[in-house]
């Protein structure tokens, strides 16, 4: 499966974005997809993720403000963020996996850079 994510741009402190991950192929729905994000000079990390049956889960730093969804009919994956924080900067990665939400990613999308100001 190959992805695509999109949505990132510049938003003020306290505001709201909508990331896209749309993938390629018909078995979309067979993979789980997660958000994954990296800030300058940080380490990747875990955002949220999204199971084949739909159960969500959320890093406890976005729970209460970012919203995973996913639209198999259209192949995609969608990140609400609201209430942005500076520290939300990073760029976001989409990844699916065939195993499950807690198992090997095994495919990237390019990545969406996110800049919130303050």
């Known amino acids: 499966v190959q992805l695509q994510a999109f949505g990132g741009g510049l938003v003020q402190a306290g505001g709201s974005l909508r990331l896209s991950c749309v993938a390629s192929?018909?078995?979309?729905?067979?993979?789980?997809v997660g958000w994954f994000r990296q800030a300058p000079g940080k380490e990747r990390e875990f955002v949220t993720a999204v199971s084949r049956s739909g159960s969500t889960y959320y890093a406890d730093s976005v729970k209460g403000r970012f919203t995973i969804s996913r639209d198999n009919a259209k192949n995609t994956v969608y990140l609400q963020m609201n209430s942005l924080k500076p520290e939300d900067t990073a760029v976001y990665y989409c990844?699916?996996?065939?195993w499950g939400v807690g198992q090997n990613y095994d495919y990237w999308g390019q990545g969406t850079e996110v800049t919130v100001s303050s």
């Open positions: 990844a699916a996996s065939p």
């Open positions: 192929g018909r078995t979309f729905s067979r993979y789980a």
